[in-house]
């Protein structure tokens, strides 16, 4: 795993994890509150243009830096990785991002 991949096991468990606390769902996790249509481009738009360009952001609805997502996403996510203990390796391989 090289440092631009910045753990995609640790990351969705965090957002998981920090949702849940957010919601006080107890377990039953986050569900989408986008339209499938909308996932589906923003995915789309990562997986065709990588970190390099901009890509989706389903929360503003608009098209935006690949780097400012990930920098909201660490800092959305740093309490459940901190607790976890996973803060420190997830945010240095996503350093070089």
């Not at 769902?25 to 481009?41: F, I, M, R, T």
Request: with cysteine; net charge positive; glycine share 10%.
């Amino acid at each position: 795993m090289g440092p631009e991949t910045c753990h995609p096991r640790r990351l969705p468990r965090a957002l998981n994890l920090r949702r849940r606390r957010q919601n006080g769902d107890g377990g039953v996790g986050y569900q989408a509150a986008h339209p499938p249509g909308v996932l589906h481009a923003a995915h789309w738009c990562a997986s065709r243009y990588g970190l390099d360009a901009g890509i989706l952001d389903v929360e503003a609805r608009c098209i935006i830096q690949a780097r400012e997502i990930v920098k909201s996403l660490l800092g959305f996510t740093r309490p459940a990785l901190e607790d976890a203990g996973d803060w420190e390796e997830v945010s240095r391989s996503c350093v070089t991002l």
